[in-house]
Every structure is written in structure tokens, then in C-alpha cells.
């Protein structure tokens, strides 16, 4: 073959018969992806997270300032966003802002506010 010549089946051109090439057959052709995108076998496991498939964000209790009243939760994605207790609305079985305490997973909800990004809801995952 010739450095300027380019096979068949990567042109997309037809050979000098004026027939299109049959290429592979359909069932080869079809195996591969279909055998990548096949589910994981039951005998795998995938990492689950302890939280429920909610529409929060989720994250972790950074720091509780009992004096202050506010406190600092770090999202999964590595930010930290500051939330005051008498603006944070507790959603769940646990509904006091005592029971929040350092190292806590819990699912947040996000506003804005005069003084930036603030949480305006906390829900605690047992």
C-alpha cells in the first residue's frame, strides 16, 4: 500500500467495483461494546454512602460554635459553608440543633444572604 492511499474501511470510499464494502460481520461488531457496557457481576460491590438517595447536598460537620450559634459544614467536594443556628431549619428524626457534633455526616440545603453562601437546612443521617 502507498503512503497516500488509505484503506477502505477508514475512508469510508467505496472499492473500484462500485460496491460498498461488507465489512465485519454485524454480530462481531456488536459483541465488543455490548460486553463493555454489561452490568457488574453480583458478586462485585460498589462503594455505597451512607446516605439515602436524597436530593441534598452532602457533607460532613466541620466545626460547632456553641457560643457563637453557628458552625461550618465541609461538602463533599472539599468546601467549607458557614451556617448560623437561628436561620438553619432541622429536617428529619433529629430536629435539634444540639444533637450536631464534629465529624457528623448530614445533607444540606443551600441560600444566599447579605453575607454570601449560607445553609439554610440541615438534615442529620443516622
Known amino acids: 500500500m502507498r503512503a497516500q ?33 454489561a452490568a ?18 452532602h457533607g460532613t460537620i466541620a466545626t460547632v460554635n456553641w457560643s457563637r450559634g453557628d458552625g461550618v459544614v465541609r461538602s463533599d467536594n472539599g468546601r467549607e ?13 433529629r430536629r435539634r440543633i444540639e444533637h450536631l457534633l464534629p465529624g457528623m455526616r448530614v445533607g444540606f440545603d443551600v441560600g444566599w444572604t447579605s ?6 437546612a440541615i438534615k442529620i443521617y443516622d
Do not use: C, N
Request: without cysteine; proline residues 14%.
Open 40 to 57: 457488574p457481576e453480583e458478586g462485585t460491590s460498589r462503594a455505597r454512602t451512607p446516605e439515602p438517595d436524597d436530593l441534598f447536598y
Open 115 to 120: 453575607k454570601g453562601l449560607r445553609i439554610t
Open 81 to 93: 459553608i458557614p451556617f448560623d443556628f437561628q436561620f438553619v431549619t432541622m429536617i428529619g428524626g
Open 5 to 37: 492511499e488509505v484503506p477502505e474501511h477508514v475512508s469510508g470510499e467505496r472499492p473500484e467495483g462500485g460496491q460498498p464494502d461488507a465489512g465485519p460481520p454485524a454480530s462481531s461488531a456488536v459483541a465488543e461494546p455490548e460486553a463493555s457496557r
